[in-house]
């Protein structure tokens, strides 16, 4: 199948790939979730990917998040290779995600949360901690000021203290940003952050990705089933279909797309 | 009184001794991991001091508190390395399959001071040398030692380490997500109760005066578990509260099956039946209290935000 990919890659000679798949393949046993994708995500860009259910969106996130390995194929970040790493090392690199279906530590508060996610911007081990001596202390301030301030940028924080089972849906989504924004990634991957959201919600949504990005200055991709919401957020959609890349490139031309429509968008 | 210490001091100790031990089992726990092994580290620190004692040292009774504390310190480190060289490849394994791991090698050193000459075969190692006069007055080390491990469980849970193990116990996916290497710090729960059962079996062997392959059994494993299920496995004071209650519970039971006018089976069964009891108690404690009996709600943790507004 040829991979439209050249067109949009012109737009944006100027910029630098941050990810880049190279002929990315995984099977599970007889199924190949994901079949020989290649595309590269620039940096500053929001990115959505889209497709029916079971093209294998979430697979791809995986992959580049190392929760799974690819059966071939290449996952380059900043040009280096991140295929072979596991889940903590990739976190560590600057490439945080939340989940499709919220995986929160559900039995901690809202703080501890965040908190928790600040791992690897802290040093102190078990003495240091356990007896309070140096950097422990200052580290615990400011681990805890920092996971305030993230909360209150996703507008939880008059319910820091809050168990986050306890929360309702959409706000357990926020969450889960403000948990991953507290790795200070430079990429952030969010797995369907729109659904059980209203429409009034998704809008505020959509606002919201738009000021993390500027704010943080962060590359975002995005999976989404909500076709407006990801038409008009995204730089650049690419399109999944059982496996298989079928469209990539600016959302008015993925929207005319063919493929895309046939396979997807249908026809009205 | 001198009545009652004379006659109470040894369970006084057993059950600090019993918290320790649930403390030790909690410690993997905090990161989710349900690992048996405490009684093999535990038998192993008993091993090291009393082969120190009884064949290094050579001392004239009463034995130096030096030297025993001196034994405590190479106990767990003994343990702390085995518990490395153990955790990183036994804890790849999830759920039961790392708990019958965790049996395995309790039974492999079990076998293995059953059969060696240095752990005195399946005779043991008897006549450890005496630092104290009474049983009572082992309170002078285990009392501190139960304060420090408490306050040290205490303060792990509210540091970054601590809320690493959190983390993975809560779900080990999301952990790794953000940034936390769950092989590490599995391994390092783990190991952290590794020298404290090693730590307790050092001043155990003196304290029990013989030391030998009974120690560290399955049934141990189940006793221990039944201090941290049944206790509460949501926060320290759980095992802790639940080690002293289950060590006591064998010296209740025999009191009430003393009792005048109990047909002759129930008094048989409150003597001998204490496993058969702890049994039924995890299975029922783990229905109706899948958290335990102390529970992080029961305490009701203030607030921790406040300070920080």
Redesign the interface.
Known sequence: MPQPQLADSISNLDRTPVLEARGLTRRFGGLIAVNNVSFSVNEGEIFGLIGPNGAGKTTLFNLVTGLIHPSNGQMLYQGDEISKLRPHQIAKKGIARTFQNIRLFADLSALENVMIAQHIHTKSGVFTGVLGLPPAPREEQKTRSRAFELLELVGLSDRADEKASNFPYGDQRRLEIARALALEPSVLLLDEPAAGMNPNEKQQLSDFIRQIRQQFNLTILLIEHHVPLVMGLCDRIAVLNFGQLIAIGNPADVKSDQAVIEAYLGTD | MNDFVSTYGFLFVSMILGAMLGLSLYLPLMAGQLSLASPGFYALGGYVAAILSTKVFQVKEPFPIALLLLEMLIAGIICGLLGVIVGVPALRLRGIYLAIATIAFVEILRVLALNLDVTGGAVGIFGIPQPFQSPIEYLWIVLPLLLISMA?VY??EK??????F??IR??E??????????TYYKA?AFT?GAILAGVVGAISAHFLNTWNARQGTFDASIIYLTFVLIGGSRTFLGPVLGGMVFTALPEILRAIADTPGLPVWLAQFLRDGRLIIFGLLIVIGTRFFPQGLVTPQLLKRR???QA??
């Open positions: 040290f303060r792990l540091i970054r380490v601590g809320r690493a959190i983390a809560e779900d996916l999301a952990a790794d997500s953000m940034g936390i290497n769950p390092l952290l607030s921790r935000s920080n507004r």
